[in-house]
């Protein structure tokens, strides 16, 4: 079935750098919108930045704009998130995931992993 797995979470200090890995088994990254989300406990799951199947310029939540970037590696099917100037409130679980079109939902998800942003 299809797999995503996330990696690349772990503590970091306020102002360090992460990337998220995003390593998809049985789904071509190429050909499905792919997304990163986050989930604070007792908070709803929410939108972080999305790179579209069919190119185009990809999508950020207003609070990491200009701090992370959504990228996709066709050759190793993977999506990555590269995070900058990393704050305590980006501290969450990041998940990834995977829609086949821009009108459907996001239909598969990875297991999430751990970023914690220390002061």
């Known amino acids: 079935q299809v797999q995503l797995v996330d990696s690349g979470g772990r503590l970091v200090q306020a102002g360090g750098s992460l990337r998220l890995s995003c390593a998809a088994s049985r789904l071509i990254v190429s050909y499905y919108d792919m997304g990163w989300f986050r989930q604070v406990p007792g908070k709803e799951r929410e939108f972080v930045a999305e790179?579209?199947?069919?190119?185009?310029?990809?999508k950020y939540a207003d609070s990491v704009k200009g701090r992370f970037t959504i990228s996709r590696d066709s050759a190793e099917n993977t999506v990555y998130l590269q995070m900058n100037s990393l704050k305590p409130e980006d501290t969450a679980v990041y998940y990834c995931a995977a829609r086949p079109s821009i009108t459907s939902r996001y239909e598969y998800w990875g297991q999430g992993t751990q970023v914690t942003v220390s002061t």
């Open positions: 790179i579209g199947r069919t190119g185009g310029r990809p």
